[in-house]
């Protein structure tokens, strides 16, 4: 029941006037504090289902911050008259009524608050900042106190992109409660293209989904749009993402014919004023599936014409189309080495027809064919260190950050550092395929501060994943970090409200791979949680070491490729899949009647050498080899001394162990919350930390029992 309709209720004159009027009225007055706390506490958390995500905007309590808050933004002027800047507009006044209680409409001048460019602000122009803004580029800005000027606060772009960025930026101060009244705050992109995968469906599914369904309504498209659609957009504008591909890599070319470019359309509209562009997963036998052509062949003129036929199209439909992702040759997807051309050939076709229109192609670095290389991590490396340099320049390279498939733990993959002519693009995975789907809490931040990091040593020290991506090291002309989403239908966006972290982590860590993870896992926590002390310490310690704890209880001490066949939720270290040894479990974990692991040192795949120097020995010695990394270059025998003193087995039985006695703790620190949080977000929480302690005990104890028939060794007591 809402306040309002109870009020009415207890107003309600014949009720109160016709038969009990004075003993009505007496136990009203007597018990109104306790109903209304009633209804206070079910409005809260009838509304606490998730879907506000960080953008919650909940009204800061009295207290000399709000004082200070309030003196600062006294006024508000946002000038421009595009859709974005009007979108700015609602987004501050509404942001600032909720959280100081201030009803700020736009004044057309002297706000306290001026948001803009120098184009559509004469207030803004005055000041000068034009050298400054260009440098910052379009999606830069600057956040700045004006002495001179009585302390205005001063958000200022060269575009309005920029200027809803730093909307959302100063808006995050106030949500974190940090300082306004002396800012200097300038900021721009390390990275070009921050863009989201879809991986989703024609039939509404999402592989690798875990959310709900596509949240692209095709059969709808383009006569209705989704409210959602905006909201998604403005999720993703608030932290600087700027594209989305909108459909799975193993692609179906439909989207290609002008029914779907409709539709398309119709979603690039909603986005454009949020600075998202829209791309496509092409599939790269459309002329044939689609065109009614013979062939695909990309050194075919017919099909280069077809292309170009087709681009154009596509521009004319949607003007500021971003281009295309590609899948091809892998996993029956198919591509230029069907008709025995190169990825180059292939990519290049595609970059020609996009290139007169400013479009891109984000060519995927996912092959793994068998004939390449017997260790499936080489083959990646080996296919397309040699092309470097073959690619026109409106291509991108994309790999995944590991040379296998988004594994709890991969050190980076090797062609990070290895390509020096082509801009090679990270791909991350934000949905938890191999972590949990949405029942696990797992932090993502920490796993993507750890791969930026490393060191590459591709061009000396200091040469780290980060500064690669960022073109620092080879000076690459365009850049790019792409997530696939984690995002779907269900009310809270994620399947597991924990789950928005990783999405916003994601937004955070593409504009700057340089990010520290603890303090990304603090900004959410605040904005999404509270400020309360006492809810962010305990929530932030659960968030960092969340990673560690699932990679202890899954794969510790660098196993990989442990999971069940074609779900990978649940454990099955040993097994066999019959359509290709290397998506067998057993394929990757090795055990025998020796050890345990990968020997991918020099006598075994000689995988180390696809790493500069010093990796390449680091890697390859057992003692230098990092522990973390152990199982993925080394076979370890079970009696192995490990660092700890332990025998190898002993350490294994123990990191499991480890990892099983974390995700308990992580359960009591989260119902220590109790009451801290809205019962409703609290209980969905609890109850996947209940799911997620019951999957660690059945990781530990199908894994070790596993091993055990090859080690032979006894369990640690009180274990299956
Ligand atoms: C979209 C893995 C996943 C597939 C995914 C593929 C890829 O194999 O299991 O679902 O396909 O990676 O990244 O292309």
Request: aromatic residues 12%; proline residues 6%; positive net charge.
């Amino acid at each position: 029941m809402s306040i309002n309709s109870a009020e009415k209720t207890f107003q309600n004159p014949t009720l109160v006037r016709a038969r009990h009027a004075l003993p009505l009225r007496n136990i009203f007055t007597n018990l109104f504090p306790f109903i209304l706390f009633l209804l206070l506490t079910c409005a809260n958390t009838q509304a606490e289902d998730g879907s506000r995500l960080w953008l919650r905007f909940d009204p800061i309590e009295n207290s000399p911050l709000l004082q200070s808050y309030r003196q600062t933004v006294t006024g508000l002027t946002v000038e421009g008259t595009s859709e974005t800047e009007k979108i700015i507009q609602t987004e501050l006044a509404s942001a600032l009524k909720n959280l100081l209680g201030q009803n700020l409409s736009n004044s057309p001048e002297g706000g306290k608050l001026i948001v803009g460019t120098p184009e559509s602000s004469a207030l803004i122009a005055r000041l000068k900042l034009d050298k400054e803004l260009k440098r910052l580029g379009p999606e830069g800005y600057v956040i700045r106190t004006l002495k001179e000027k009585n302390k205005t606060t001063v958000i200022a772009s060269q575009s309005p992109i920029g200027a809803l960025y730093g909307t959302f930026y100063f808006l995050r101060l106030l949500q974190t409660h940090q300082p306004i009244e002396d800012l200097n705050i300038v900021e721009k992109p390390k990275v070009k293209l921050r863009v989201l995968d879809h991986w989703d469906n024609l039939d509404g599914t999402i592989e690798r989904g875990y959310a709900g369904k596509t949240l692209w309504n095709w059969k709808e498209l383009p006569g209705k749009v989704d409210q959602r659609l905006k909201d998604y957009a403005r999720a993703n504008a608030s932290i600087g993402i700027n594209g989305s591909v909108l459909n799975n890599v193993n692609s179906n070319p439909i989207f290609l014919t002008e029914e779907y470019l409709h539709k398309i359309a119709a979603i690039a509209s909603v986005f454009r004023p949020y600075g998202i562009k829209v791309y496509l997963a092409a599939n790269f036998a459309a002329p044939k599936k689609i065109g009614g052509m013979t062939t695909s062949d990309p050194l075919d003129p017919q099909v280069a014409e077809w292309w170009k036929t087709k681009v154009d199209e596509i521009y004319k439909i949607i003007p500021d189309f971003g281009g295309f992702l590609v899948k091809a040759n892998s996993e029956n997807q198919s591509g230029p080495q069907d008709y025995g051309r190169t990825h180059a050939d292939g990519a290049n076709l595609l970059a020609k027809a996009l290139q007169p229109h400013g479009g891109i192609v984000m060519w995927r670095s996912f092959v793994y064919n068998a004939d390449v290389d017997p260790d499936r991590i080489n083959r990646a490396y080996k296919e397309f260190k040699p092309l470097d340099g073959k690619f026109l320049k409106n291509v991108l390279i994309q790999s995944k950050n590991g040379a296998l498939d988004f594994q709890p733990r991969e050190p980076f993959s090797p062609l990070f550092g290895a390509l020096r002519k082509t801009p090679l693009m990270a791909e991350l995975q934000v949905t938890q395929e191999y972590l949990g789907h949405s029942n696990h809490l797992v932090y993502l931040g920490t796993m993507w501060e750890e791969f930026f990091k490393s060191d590459t040593y591709s061009k000396g020290p200091y040469s780290t994943v980060a500064r690669v991506v960022e073109g620092k090291v080879f000076k690459y002309q365009i850049t790019g970090v792409a997530g696939v989403a984690n995002t779907g239908t269900d009310r809270n966006w994620t399947g597991h409200l924990f789950g928005q972290a990783n999405w916003y982590a994601f937004g955070r860590f593409a504009w700057n791979p340089e990010s520290s993870a603890k303090e990304v896992s603090e900004e959410w926590t605040r904005m999404t949680w509270g400020n309360d002390p006492q809810l962010v310490n305990p929530i932030v310690g659960m968030m960092m070491g969340s990673r560690e704890t699932y990679v202890n209880y899954v794969t510790p001490l660098g196993l990989s490729g442990v999971f069940e066949k074609d779900l990978h939720y649940a454990p099955d270290p040993g097994m066999v899949d019959p359509r290709r040894e290397d998506w067998s479990a057993a394929y990757y974990v090795r055990a025998d009647e020796k050890g345990l692991g990968f020997n991918r040192t020099l006598t075994g795949s000689r995988n180390v050498n696809q790493y500069h120097p010093p990796l390449n020995h680091r890697f390859n010695g057992f003692s230098t080899c990092p522990e973390k990394f152990l199982l993925w270059f080394h076979h370890v025998a079970w009696g192995q001394k490990m660092k700890s003193g332990k025998p190898f087995w002993e350490e294994l039985c123990s990191r499991y162990d480890q990892g099983v006695s974390e995700a308990g703790e992580c359960q009591k620190n989260w119902d220590l919350l109790k009451g801290k949080v809205d019962g409703e977000r609290f209980g969905a929480v609890a109850d996947k930390l209940k799911i997620q302690v019951e999957d660690a005990k059945k990781w530990r104890d199908k894994c070790l029992l596993y091993f055990q028939t090859f080690s032979h060794q006894p369990l640690p007591a009180g274990k299956p």
